[in-house]
């Protein structure tokens, strides 16, 4: 059984390379896009639009996470199961 570990454990968290890439605001990550929300428009950031976004972004990051997780628990339950 080889279970792949990513190389870059904050692959989620990169800033620089997307921002170095994309040209588009709309092909942008979630940290990217939310800190280009932060700053824009200007004036005074709106906080409970912010938190609302972090909001967003965190319990989709968790329900990312176990969904993840419940796969990789399926894929190693199968793997040990008995060949008929």
């Given amino acids: 059984m080889i279970i792949q570990c990513p190389s870059n454990h904050n692959s989620r968290e990169d800033y620089f390379n997307p921002l170095i890439y994309l040209s588009s605001e709309s092909k942008y990550t979630l940290q990217l896009g939310l800190t ?10 709106q906080w409970n639009l912010m938190m609302a976004a972090r909001l967003l972004k965190g319990s989709l990051m968790v329900r990312m ?20």
């Fill in 65 to 84: 996470s176990q969904v993840y997780a419940a796969s990789l628990a399926w894929s190693i339950q199968r793997s040990m199961a008995p060949s008929t």
């Fill in 36 to 45: 280009t929300f932060e700053g824009g428009g200007g004036g005074a950031p």
